[in-house]
Nanobody
């Protein structure tokens, strides 16, 4: 069973930066994509970015040019560098495979990101 552990969140002012890290047990990066998801207060969880098994990346429009997703297959980690943070980026950030089809690993606890005005 895959286990996912997110870290790196915190409280920052608008315009600041954070780097999130996701540690995954097992071989979750083998042959599949990985994504970062977030859930803002009172909203559904949404995809933020994903990286394919071949290293191609995708970002939702609201974070393009500000966030960068990367992976280290040897360490079984996937990171999210977040720059120029905005209050709308506030939420709990989670990692998991992408797309969320077939068998989905259990969600981790996530890491809280709070961006003040």
């Amino acid at each position: 069973q895959v286990q996912l552990v997110e870290s790196g969140g915190g409280l920052v002012q608008a315009g600041g930066s954070l780097r999130l890290s996701c540690a995954a047990s097992g071989s979750i990066f083998s042959g599949q994509g990985m994504g970062w998801y977030r859930q803002a207060p009172g909203k559904q969880r949404e995809l933020v970015a994903f990286i394919t098994s071949g290293g191609n990346t995708y970002y939702i429009n609201s974070v393009k040019g500000r966030f960068t997703i990367s992976r280290d297959k040897a360490k079984n980690t996937v990171d999210l560098q977040m720059n120029s943070l905005k209050p709308d980026d506030t939420g709990v950030y989670y990692c998991n495979k992408y797309p969320l089809i077939r068998t989905i690993p259990p969600w981790g606890q996530g890491t809280q990101v709070t961006v003040s005005s």
